[in-house]
C-alpha cells in the first residue's frame, strides 16, 4: 500500500506545505496509476486548492520556496503547476525562473497543468461568471496607469478578453484605451 510509503517519505507532513494535519494520498494527474511515483502526500488545504485553483489563497503557496527542490518528481509537478497558476503575482515567477526539472517531469507538468488552466474562473465583484465578449460596468473610479486618466464609475467596457492565467484580470477598452482591469471593480450587464 503506497499510503505507508508515501507517510515514511514525507515523514508524516504535508510534501507541499509541511502541514501535519488532515494528510491524504494525492495521484498528480495525468498518471493516475496508484503508484508511489504518482503521488504525493498532502494537507487538505493543499488539496482543496489544487482541485479548485480559484479559491488559491497565494499566501499558504509561498511554502513551495523550500518544496519545489523536493527530490520527488510530483511534488515538482504540483509546485510547478501551482507557481504558473499564481504567476500573476510577483514572487511565483521568480521561484519559476530558478525552478530546475528533468525533460520528462516538465512534460508530466504540461500535460496536467491544461486541466488547471481550463479551470480558472473570472468572477466579478458579486461572483458572476465572466466570459470572453461580457459586457461589464466599472463600480469604482479607477486610475488607468500609463494613460493619464481616470475610468469613472458606470463606465460600460464591451466585449471583454479574460486573462488567460489571472482569474482577478480581464481586458477592454476605456475611452479607445485597451486596458487590464481587475474583476473586483466591474460587474456583468
Known sequence: MILQELQSRSNN??????STENLSTHLVAPKMQEALENAVYICATC??????PETADANHWRCLNDSMWSTEPAVQVLAWRMLNHLKGQCWPQDLLDMMYMEEDTLSWAKAGYQDLATAIKH???NGAQLKNGDDVVLIKD???KGANFTAKRGTAVKRISLVHDNADHIEGKV??????????????Q
Not at 175 to 188: N, P
Open 123 to 125: 468572477k466579478d465583484s
Open 175 to 188: 475611452d479607445g484605451q485597451h486596458i487590464v482591469i481587475l474583476t473586483k471593480y466591474v460587474k456583468k
Open 13 to 18: 507532513t504535508c510534501e507541499l506545505c509541511a
Open 142 to 144: 479607477l486610475d488607468v
Open 47 to 52: 488539496n482543496s486548492q489544487i482541485k479548485e
